[in-house]
């Protein structure tokens, strides 16, 4: 914030940041600032060793000493900005343009406010901003790169190739690989038999896999969801199924109760279980009570009569034989007679 008394050199409070009860002054041209020294220290490890060790054993800087901290690389506008983070008078409101923001950053960045600085690229996150200049500021304070897969989308998309100026800024590592990005686009599209291809004849998601491989940023990662199912439909070992660990909602036990969650719990009902019941029903040939899974038993079939009777049917077909010669001797006997 530059002024004719900047010029003029006299040291002036500043209107918003020469606060009562400050302890800690700062001098930035010829603006004063008198601030609480706590945010600093307690929020960054520069300002903490700068604070933890002053020049010729006094506590240079502080409301204790008249020589403040003089920042000589810092704009005056830029500290205020800075400021404005710690003493918003406006709780968690947070409104202000791209430039406002990429300012705060660039001092978070610098004295390692982390969580300002986490601050300032939520906001500028939510911000419409030109491709080329949030490249060149998320690489000049090694933000992850994850965060700027739209802006290199947006810049191998578009028609006209990078200017001058745009590749200064950039860097030539960051031009020759947006220039790989562009030219393995164009060499998949002549491969698939166009002619004239565009960058609208690539997806999003065919371009973001194609960026992630140019500029080294790793795959997105999958969901739980998508790479836990195993054949058999089966998350993680729980479902429908009876699975190899022995989970699942329908795995019968020894005594062929409905097996039950770790948690105590019916996997299926999500009742509480009883783990003192003991079976009263009468075992069967395979171990197994009647009611293996809780209800009530079964009326037998109707045609459970006709099953039943085939052993006797079995054993009178066997003895049919020799009834046969029974009878055949006592009608010989009869004719004799």
Sequence with gaps: MST???RVGRVIHHKDYYLRGGDMNVLIGNHLFRIHSFFFYRESLVWRQMLDAPPNGGEHGTADAPSPFTLDDVKSEDFERFLWVIYNP????????????FSILNLAHRWNFCNIKDLAIRELE????????KIVA???HKINKALLIPAYIAVCKRDKPLSLAEGMSLGMETVLRVADARERARQQAADSGIRSPTFDDFGDVQLEDMVREVFGIPPKPMSPGRHSRNSSGVFNGVGGTATQNGFGSTAQKANGEAAHGLNGHDSATHKPSDSLHVSTEPLSTNGSTSKADGKKPQAPPKDDKSLSSEPNGASS????P?????????????KNK
Excluded: R
């Design 4 to 6: 004719s008394q900047d």
């Design 90 to 101: 406006q709780y968690s409101l947070y409104n202000a343009p791209a430039e406002t923001w």
């Design 126 to 133: 939510k911000l419409d901003i030109e491709p080329i200049d």
């Design 138 to 140: 998320y690489h000049e």
């Design 317 to 320: 077909q066997q003895s049919a």
């Design 322 to 334: 020799g009834a046969a010669d029974n009878k055949g001797k006592a009608n010989g006997a009869a």
